[in-house]
């Protein structure tokens, strides 16, 4: 029963990377590599200032800052310098593994003794239950937050920008600002989710974002596929499936390793059920 519920710990731990990938991706229509170095980046600069033990609104937003700078750097390679979105993210993805190590000083940080985010609830007892009431607070607060954003003018805009982008600049609206704003939101979404993961496992690693991006298409595509199924409109509940596909993207794993997988071959089963979850809507429309 614990294996299943830190699944459902980490699920809500990734659900903030889910949405970034669901902002990039689904909104804009951009595949951003990004985020396998913003993750990182997230989870970097939470390590080295816990260890320094800065206050945890600052270590926040310096977290959600750091990966929206990264962000925006992809969108300002690709809006203003004509590169393509895919290589302009596997550009910045590239430099920030020399960031994110020159930030750490080493590979590793361990967070040992160190007071985390889920000290704010020690009033409840139980560790496990304290990182539930902070996870499900923060999910929760974002959710709605993230909900709000995208039904601003703002917020409208963006979305038209993926939808039609012709059309959203035939009105006036500067639709590379846009991107380079989408995407930096997007990264700095996913830089949270660094820094609630390191936070959860109790340590930061150079390598902790290598192929990070899959878990949350995943994610993504999980949730979308409820979202089509009951024909959803409203962006608040297409924003809880994201969050809902990035648990049960979590429980699956775990079921793959209750059964006796080899951990050895968990990405390969990642790499597997995305595909999988990915192909459903193609091959549903060939045989329509």
Do not use: C
């Amino acid at each position: 029963m614990n294996f299943y519920l830190t699944a459902v710990l980490l699920g809500l731990g990734f659900a903030s990377l889910a949405l970034g990938i669901f902002i990039s991706m689904r909104i804009f229509n951009i595949p951003d590599i990004t985020t396998d170095g913003s993750f990182t980046l997230g989870g970097a600069v939470t390590a080295v200032l816990l260890s320094q033990h800065v206050s945890m609104p600052v270590i926040f937003v310096a977290a959600f800052l750091s990966g929206a700078i990264a962000g925006a750097m992809t969108g300002f390679i690709h809006t203003r310098l004509k590169v393509n979105a895919l290589l302009a993210g596997i550009l910045v993805m590239t430099a920030l593994y020399s960031v994110n190590l020159a930030l750490m000083g080493r590979s590793n940080i361990p967070l040992i003794d160190i007071p985390t985010i889920f000290s704010l609830a020690n009033f409840i007892h139980g560790e496990v239950a304290q990182q539930a009431f902070v996870l499900v607070l923060f999910v929760l607060l974002l959710w709605q937050l993230m909900g709000w954003v995208l039904k601003t003018d703002f917020g409208l805009a963006m979305r038209a920008t993926g939808n039609n982008e012709s059309m959203i600049r035939a009105l006036g609206v500067n639709t590379n600002r846009m991107k380079i704003i989408g995407l930096g939101l997007a990264n700095g979404l996913t830089a949270l989710s660094g820094f609630l993961i390191t936070q959860i496992q109790g340590f930061a690693d150079i390598n902790m974002g290598i192929g990070i991006v899959i878990l949350g298409l995943g994610s993504v595509m999980i949730g979308e596929i409820f979202s089509k199924t009951f024909s959803v409109k409203s962006i608040y509940v297409q924003l809880i499936a994201v969050i809902a596909g990035s648990v049960i993207f979590r429980l699956i794993l775990a079921f793959a390793l209750s059964i006796g997988i080899d951990p050895l071959y968990l990405k390969l089963v990642v790499a597997a059920f995305v595909l999988l979850v990915v192909s459903i809507p193609n091959l549903k429309k060939a045989n329509d």
